[in-house]
């Protein structure tokens, strides 16, 4: 059975920072890339980084380019995301998730990802 557990989120005020850790069980941690996702009250969940099987290749969407990285433990089965330089339109529930389909991550798709776990709310005040 996949899980997934994420922790670290908190509240902060704009500028500041946060590690969110999630760790994985149930499936081949290795076999899978692994994404950050996150979703404000109103809105669609949406991808905001992806990490391929190995951690050498990474991306970000746009809104969280250059300020939040991703980075993983193989050998603890975990996914990390720091995020630094947080905005108030930052705030939202953060889950990750493992993609079932592909090892490598392809730009601007999600489709493979899933094995939702409760996530972690983060919270940036102005």
């Known amino acids: 059975q996949v899980q997934v557990e994420e922790s670290g989120g908190g509240s902060v005020e704009a500028g500041g920072s946060l590690r969110l850790s999630c760790t994985a069980s149930?499936?081949?941690?290795?076999?899978?890339?692994m994404g950050w996702f996150r979703q404000a009250p109103g809105k669609k969940r949406e991808g905001i980084a992806c990490?391929?099987?190995?951690?050498?290749?990474?991306f970000y969407t746009d809104s969280v380019e250059g300020r939040f990285t991703v980075s993983r433990d193989n050998n603890k089965n975990t996914v990390t995301l720091q995020m630094a330089s947080l905005k108030p339109e930052d705030s939202a529930i953060y889950y990750c998730a493992r993609d079932a389909m592909s090892a490598a991550c392809h730009r601007g798709s999600w489709y493979g990802f899933g094995g939702w776990g409760q996530g972690t709310q983060v919270t940036v005040s102005s």
């Open positions: 990490i391929n099987w190995d951690g050498d290749q990474r």
């Open positions: 149930g499936f081949k941690f290795d076999d899978a890339a």
